[in-house]
Nanobody, 127 residues
């Protein structure tokens, strides 16, 4: 079983930056795909960024391209999300997610692609 614990959420003003971190423990060596999702009140959980830990290939939602950067440290079993130029529409609970089995076809920003989730960390951006 894999445990994922997020940290780094905070309240910032428009244009500010935050760095979220996800610490993986348990069977962390099994993590093949990892991602960050977010959910705003009254909205569906949406994929923000993802990484294939084998190659390091990354994927981003159009809404965050050029502003967010996902990074994975395989040695430390951590997954970070650097968020720059934050906007009020980025306000949400942010969740770390991981998948422990290979996929024939992987859809990195789809929620149902992942079988492990953290509890979330709140990000609030004020105008």
């Amino acid at each position: 079983q894999v445990q994922l614990v997020e940290s780094g959420g905070d309240s910032v003003q428009t244009g500010g930056s935050l760095r979220l971190s996800c610490a993986a423990s348990g069977a962390a060596y099994k993590l093949i795909y990892m991602g960050w999702f977010r959910q705003a009140p009254g909205k569906e959980r949406e994929g923000v960024a993802a990484v294939y830990t084998g190659s390091g290939e990354t994927y981003y939602a159009d809404s965050v391209k050029g502003r967010f950067t996902i990074s994975r440290d395989n040695a430390k079993n951590t997954l970070d999300l650097q968020m720059n130029n934050l906007k009020p529409e980025d306000t949400a609970m942010y969740y770390c997610a991981a998948r422990t089995n290979y996929a024939v076809t992987w859809y990195p920003l789809r929620r149902n692609e992942y079988n492990n989730w953290g509890q979330g960390t709140q990000v609030t951006v004020s105008s």
